[in-house]
């Protein structure tokens, strides 16, 4: 018998990561010195009540209905943006930045959350209409216009972590699109030589390598041209970039580079990350009992580094299941989006994985000194309320999307 109702397997992966978030945040409130993250479950538990409702009212909105109003979100998304570098302010460990819309002393919410969402809706509304993929750098300009505007009001902020969500979920929908992954790669060279520029040896063999596959794939020539000359100016636009980021990200990294130039300062996050995972081992020191969490040692545990605490008191055992339900979710999006009966779906559902994957990846591999800090929340575990209840909308979305595809003969 055909199941009508939500998906099982996405509420079951949803519901278990939920609880193991729930406990781990629970745990990084026990501490032995006052520390923001105390209590901080028992309001966690009030954003997870939020956003279930705006799961279920999402849940109750027709792709058809989110598909015609899908510009007029994405342009409701950019004026909150623009107003948020107005009005915005900062806060925690954020507090130079403007990221929050703040009215009468209380923080509403982070409206980067909710363009990150908007720009998924409207991106698929855009790539659903087009006939075949765009199979040139040309091709790809209005997609890259309409995730590179929120992205570029984010980095104003500045908020380089959720500018980089937006760069997951352009290329995640692209290649869902059917972009061939070779253009894809072009349309990211330019952001390959910047980071490589540091590096004389590997930003030449970079450029050898660019132009051996300029040439096997047969570019336009004239694209092919504008692509290298773009490469090549990239040594110089790295001096221009690092001097226009602010210094506490010029310190982030530096501090990634060479996590021992500043132990106490500007590394300090990233060695006490390590130290907290490595001192777990195989099976943790016990749950509420790690060290660096009891002492405080560990800043921001209770957003931004709450995953050292799955290391350090569940131990490899503990981040292996953590990961484990991670890639169960993930898979569980990857087939809702391939069984969607329409474009628009499938796209919106690939795009909420891109935008939540990028979000892992970018907090798991800061705390293991794989990605330089950015200060970006974990699904389902890191406290706090514009992204759980962006994450509640972006559930419900899939969820309708899983439900028509039952409907039209898909069984569980």
């Not at 209409?129 to 309409?146: H, V, Y």
């Not at 104003?156 to 997951?168: C, E, M, R, Y």
């Not at 290329?171 to 972009?179: D, E, K, Q, R």
Request: net charge positive; proline share 5%.
């Amino acid at each position: 018998m055909r199941s009508r109702g939500p998906d099982r397997m996405l509420l079951l992966f949803t519901g278990l990561l939920l609880l193991y978030g729930l406990l781990v945040l629970y745990s990084a409130g026990q501490t032995d010195t006052p520390t923001n993250a105390a209590g901080a479950w028992t309001r966690q538990l009030v954003w997870v009540g939020a956003a279930s409702v705006a799961g279920f009212l999402a849940f109750q909105t027709s792709p058809r209905i989110l598909e015609w109003i899908a510009p007029g979100i994405y342009a409701g998304a950019l004026l909150l943006l623009l107003i948020t570098l107005v009005i915005g302010t900062g806060a925690g460990s954020a507090a130079g930045t403007k990221s929050w819309i703040e009215v009468g002393g209380m923080r509403i919410g982070q409206p980067a959350e909710f363009a990150k969402l908007a720009t998924v809706l409207f991106l698929a509304r855009y790539l659903s209409t087009l006939r075949e993929p765009p199979d040139s750098l040309r091709g790809l300009i209005p997609a890259c216009i309409i995730a590179g505007v929120p992205m570029l009001l984010v980095l104003k902020q500045p908020d380089l972590g959720s500018a980089i969500v937006f760069t997951g979920i352009l290329f995640a929908m692209l290649f869902w699109a059917g972009v061939r992954p070779g253009l894809l790669l072009l349309l990211a060279s330019p952001a390959i030589s910047l980071l490589l520029a540091a590096n004389t040896a590997l930003w030449a063999g970079w450029m050898l390598l660019l132009f051996i596959l300029l040439v096997i794939w047969r570019v336009y020539v004239s694209e092919g041209v504008l692509i290298y000359l773009v490469n090549s100016a990239m040594g110089v636009v790295a001096l221009v970039v690092w001097n226009k980021l602010k210094p506490y990200q010029q310190k982030r990294i530096t501090a990634f580079i060479n996590p021992d130039l500043d132990p106490g300062g500007a590394s300090y996050q990233a060695l006490q990350s390590k130290v907290a995972h490595g001192s777990g081992g195989m099976l943790g020191t016990g749950y509420t009992e790690g060290p660096q969490k009891r002492m405080g040692f560990l800043p921001e545990q209770h957003t931004d580094f709450i995953f050292p605490i799955v290391g350090e008191e569940l131990g490899f055992v503990g981040i292996l299941v953590a990961l484990g339900l991670f890639l169960g979710f993930f898979l569980t999006l990857l087939r809702i989006a391939r069984r969607a009966t329409d474009p628009f779906g499938g796209l919106v559902v690939f795009g909420v994985l891109g935008l939540l994957f990028t979000h892992m990846w970018e907090n798991v591999g800061m705390t293991v000194n794989l990605m330089p800090i950015t200060g970006i929340p974990l699904p389902f575990f890191s406290y706090g309320g514009s992204f759980m209840i962006s994450t509640g909308l972006a559930l419900g979305l899939v969820l309708r999307v899983a439900w028509e595809s039952r409907l039209a003969g898909y069984a569980d």
